[in-house]
């Protein structure tokens, strides 16, 4: 009969290593759950693969213990707990209490001792025990029934420990250990050991004298420093070997039938487990009527490699019955060969189709019909570039039903990991292989076509397979979050949209590209030339030490910050430097400079495509918290407007061909607006219904001046607190803009809410909302999860109610602009116009028109812009027109 089985955790060893070895997550409002994650994928892993007879979880007391007794800084100097940890505590007892395991803390006694208390009784009993723990202290409690599954790296790796593996290492017995701490002390603890006596030397002497009494016995045949050393600390040998010595006689009532392994999947733990939304742990405990069932290989349909045509025929056919198929594509941005593969999962059989084989033209003469079908309903994952490569195939692509990305971006907008590996392994517990396994990185990356047919081939059907699941799950949760408008009608067409940017790409004069080039290199070179006179000396203006060297020892200036590595220069320095040398502001003036030529007009030659002379943007549609739309490969809404150098560069996008101007169209106060429609401020709903200058009327009331006798400092400190309170600032930060005192500015915002009462309502009730629920929601029910509102550091929270007082604001107007967006992009498809829109910069949207369709195209832009929304105020649109974009706007 084999001997029964105990095991028993140290509970805050294994907390601490799932805090710092699983990366940081957390639910969409902000609960931190890597430490839930870490240990219950370990304590379902112990159940399941070491299937023990007992097992229970040790814990620290927070009250001192008579280690603290004997030696008050017995742990002193120890860093507080991480704030995402301590919110986690509460929660991993929850998590024990509901799987059943027995918890067992004691007052005046660590972990250890309770381990080493009942590790002993049971061993005594014939009992096997595994201790897992990544403390090493846990070592001397090994005997021939015992050992320690010890978590050597993060939580991914245990080594066991037994006496033999005690022995080959140290070569020593466990219990020698204790003497050799004893010696050697113990820096995370704060044992202090013998001075100068490091591990490799306490275990010399402890193999040779036996124990700390035989080291001392036989002082006298220990020479030199060691032995002065050993005298000089006699009394902390004994103390420490006191502090480090495990107690296994703890007065603690022990009941082993009290650690039986019950049932720990019952419906209270799954239900646990999906509110914190560890979706792969509902997995692996669920059972097989879950839809995201742990499944470690991954069950694929068939497979089919369509390498003929009578084969690519077949896989055509049983996709023109299909209600729905399932898709995975890889496109890469090459515009001459863009399709690489595809993957076509429907009734049970995954059709791979190579463009190896067959040819981009072939494949898309033969899935058009299929593409172009509207109910023949496409589930996928990001399809942006195969409505991109549909565009240049001239196929119409139509019924994408569900996208993956998405929709977990909408649910999660704060995680920025969508790919396909990211999502199996957090909604389905299926780990495949990722991008970065797949190709690499760096200069060693591969390409698709350079990786192996059959590696190809599996990946791309696994991909396709998982999405029925994936939908299975994840769409039930956007109608549960109240966002399938919000999906369905803005997120999924807005990715047309977007593809179309990309297909388009926006036209480059090269010549006036040349001319900037020459012009902000020039005015580069004469920046240097002053700032050498004003420093007296040439150096690296680009150097950071040469730069803080001039600055600050030669034309002693007054230091404002140090790093690590000596002065520091940056922009907040250099700002608070102003006025106090004429040298700062060409400084100022060449970073800029620099900038707007090495990442634009420098930048722009690296990426146009010469064929065609126009710039490709990426438009990611998933990526901020707030819904707004961003662009990288060139970052087309970084462009400075505010400085007329940054504003030169729009001169060098213009039509795509001649007779043609382009259209660019702009909200008016667009944040304001919704603010007047969100807070319901009477003050402010007229203000914009009498299409009043904002800023005047608001420099108006709180200057208490009549409108026309506003002067134009009033309406600039107007224009500063109608935006700045959008963005939360308060007395300080207005202070600062204006460069007035904070009670003036105070007196300033005061006045302002006297005028704007509902304002202030609206300010107040939505942070308290936001920290009601954690989250606040956009006009759409765009959601933003706010965790940082709770957070004890004062910055923090401070932050976090910023964020709910814009997100709303900044989040409705990102999504009216989508809205407008699609409006207008199929107007123009649908009268067949051969006006484009080709770009969106936040508030703004840019056509590319003929000069023959202007009047029409700017009659619909108005109208769809205008009209993308219904609020309590006008939503007014600014139309403009131009060779350029510079003229344009």
Not at 101 to 118: F, N, Q, R, V
Not at 193 to 219: M, S
Not at 655 to 663: G, H, N, R, T, Y
């Amino acid at each position: 009969m084999e001997p029964k089985k105990m095991i028993i955790i140290d509970g805050y060893s294994l907390i601490y290593r799932t805090f710092y070895g699983v990366r940081p997550m957390a639910t969409k409002d902000g609960i931190p759950t890597n430490v839930i994650f870490g240990f219950a994928n370990i304590l379902i892993n112990i159940l399941e693969n070491y299937n023990p007879d007992y097992i229970g979880v040790a814990f620290d007391e927070k009250k001192p213990t008579f280690r603290h007794d004997s030696y008050e800084n017995y742990k002193a100097g120890r860093m507080l707990m991480p704030e995402d940890l301590e919110k986690q505590i509460d929660l991993v007892m929850e998590m024990l209490v509901l799987m059943d395991i027995k918890k067992i803390s004691l007052p005046g006694y660590e972990a250890d001792d309770l381990i080493g208390t009942i590790s002993k009784s049971c061993s005594k009993s014939g009992i096997e025990v595994d201790i897992l723990t990544g403390d090493r202290d846990s070592f001397q409690l090994i005997d021939p029934n015992i050992k320690v599954l010890y978590t050597k790296k993060g939580i991914s790796e245990v080594e066991i420990y037994d006496e033999g593996k005690i022995m080959d290492q140290y070569g020593v017995s466990p219990r020698d250990l204790i003497d050799v701490k004893g010696l050697m002390g113990d820096k995370s603890d704060n044992i202090p050991g013998v001075a100068g006596i490091g591990e490799k030397t306490a275990i010399k002497l402890i193999k040779e004298y036996g124990d700390i009494e035989g080291v001392y016995a036989n002082i006298h045949e220990i020479k030199g420093k060691m032995q002065e050393k050993l005298l000089n600390d006699k009394e902390n040998a004994f103390l420490s070997r006191h502090l480090a010595e495990i107690v296994t006689h703890v007065p603690l009532e022990f009941n082993i039938g009290e650690y039986e392994t019950l049932n720990y999947k019952s419906k209270e733990v799954v239900d646990f487990f999906e509110r914190l939304e560890c979706f792969s742990i509902v997995a692996k405990i669920a059972g097989s009527d879950s839809p995201n069932q742990e499944n470690e290989k991954i069950n694929t349909n068939k497979i089919t490699e369509v390498t003929d045509n009578k084969l690519l025929q077949e896989a055509i056919t049983v996709m023109k019955k299909a209600r729905e198929i399932y898709i995975a594509y890889v496109a890469e941005r090459d515009y001459e060969s863009f399709l690489k593969a595809i993957a076509v999962s429907v009734e049970g059989n995954c059709y791979y189709i190579s463009s190896n084989i067959f040819g981009e033209d072939q494949i898309a003469q033969n899935i058009k019909e299929v593409f172009e079908s509207e109910n023949i309903k496409k589930i996928g994952h990001d399809f942006k570039r195969l409505y991109s490569w549909a565009l240049k195939q001239g196929i119409n692509l139509q019924g994408v039903e569900f996208d993956a990305y998405l929709a977990a971006y909408l649910i999660d907008p704060s995680d920025n990991r969508y790919k396909m590996n990211d999502l199996a392994s957090k909604y389905l517990n299926k780990e495949i292989i990722s991008d970065e396994e797949l190709y690499g990185k760096g200069k060693s990356k591969k390409t698709f076509d350079s990786l192996e047919r059959e590696i190809a081939m599996t990946t791309m059907c696994t991909h396709a397979d998982l999405m029925e699941d994936l939908r299975r799950l994840l769409a039930p949760q956007i109608e549960e979050y109240a966002m399938a408008s919000l999906y369905k009608d803005i997120e999924l067409p807005l990715t047309e949209v977007l593809a179309f940017f990309e297909h388009e790409g926006f036209r480059i004069d090269l010549e006036e590209l040349d001319r900037l080039d020459v012009e902000f290199d020039e005015k580069l070179g004469n920046l240097k030339k002053e700032i050498y006179s004003l420093s007296g000396q040439e150096f690296n203006i680009n150097s950071p030490k040469q730069l803080g060297e001039v600055l600050f020892e030669k034309l002693m200036l007054p230091v404002v910050k140090k790093t690590k590595t000596g002065y520091s220069t940056d922009a907040e320095v250099l700002e608070k430097l102003k006025g106090k040398h004429p040298v700062i502001t060409h400084i100022l003036d060449y970073r800029t400079v620099s900038k707007l030529s090495s990442t634009y007009v420098k930048g722009f030659k690296q990426i146009i495509n010469f064929k065609t002379e126009k710039i490709h943007s990426t438009f990611n549609q998933a990526l901020t918290t707030t819904g707004r739309i961003s662009s990288s490969d060139p970052n087309l809404q970084n462009i400075p407007v505010k400085i007329e150098i940054g504003k030169k560069i729009r001169k060098v996008f213009i039509p795509s061909k001649k007779d043609q101007v382009l259209i660019d169209a702009d909200y008016s106060q667009i944040e304001l607006r919704i603010l007047a429609h969100i807070s319901g401020d009477e003050t402010l709903i007229s203000s914009f219904i009498n299409e009043e200058d904002i800023h005047t009327r608001t420099a108006s009331e709180i200057f208490g001046v009549e409108i026309e006798d506003v002067t134009s400092t009033q309406r600039v400190y107007a224009k500063a607190i109608n935006f700045g309170l959008i963005y939360g600032k308060q007395a300080y930060g207005l202070s600062q803009d204006l460069g007035i005192s904070r009670k003036e500015a105070q007196d300033y915002i005061d006045r302002y809410f006297g005028r704007y009462p509902k304002v202030e309502d609206y300010m107040k009730n939505i942070v308290k909302e936001a920290k009601d629920k954690g989250f606040v929601t956009t006009l759409f029910g765009r959601r933003r999860y706010l965790p940082e509102i709770h957070s004890r550091n004062a910055m923090i929270a401070k932050s976090g109610e910023r964020l709910a007082l814009n997100t709303p604001i900044q989040g409705s107007a990102a999504d009216i602009i989508k809205i407008a967006m699609i409006d207008v992009y199929r107007e123009l498809k649908t009268k067949k116009s051969d006006a484009k829109l080709i770009l969106t910069v936040h508030d703004e949207l840019v056509i590319d028109c003929p000069l023959e369709e202007v009047d029409e195209v700017k009659a619909i832009v108005k109208d769809k812009m205008e009209g993308a929304a219904s609020l309590k105020v006008p939503m007014t649109v600014e139309i403009s027109q131009g060779e350029n974009w510079y003229q344009a706007k």
